[in-house]
């Protein structure tokens, strides 16, 4: 199983594909709707801003799509 994301970054326009194996995750609905930390900072790989400033900044500028 894997997760791909999709990054569009707000502050520069880029967009980033990335795609991880996970292992043992249990459901797929649990992994997508998480609170999302807006403490530790999740960076646009392009420019390195801040893309978890909030919760929705975060759900608007990263897609996560499950491929089993």
Do not use: W
Not at 1 to 16: A, D, F, Q, V, W
Request: aromatic share 4%; net charge negative; proline share 1%.
């Amino acid at each position: 199983m894997g997760l791909n994301y999709n990054i569009h970054c707000n502050e520069c326009g880029s967009h980033t594909d990335y795609h991880t194996t996970i292992v043992g995750l249990t459901s797929s609905e649990q992994l997508l709707n998480q609170h999302i930390d807006t403490q530790c900072a999740i960076r646009c790989p392009v420019c390195r801003a801040k893309l978890n400033t909030s919760e929705s900044d975060f759900r608007q500028q990263v897609t996560i799509t499950i491929e089993a």
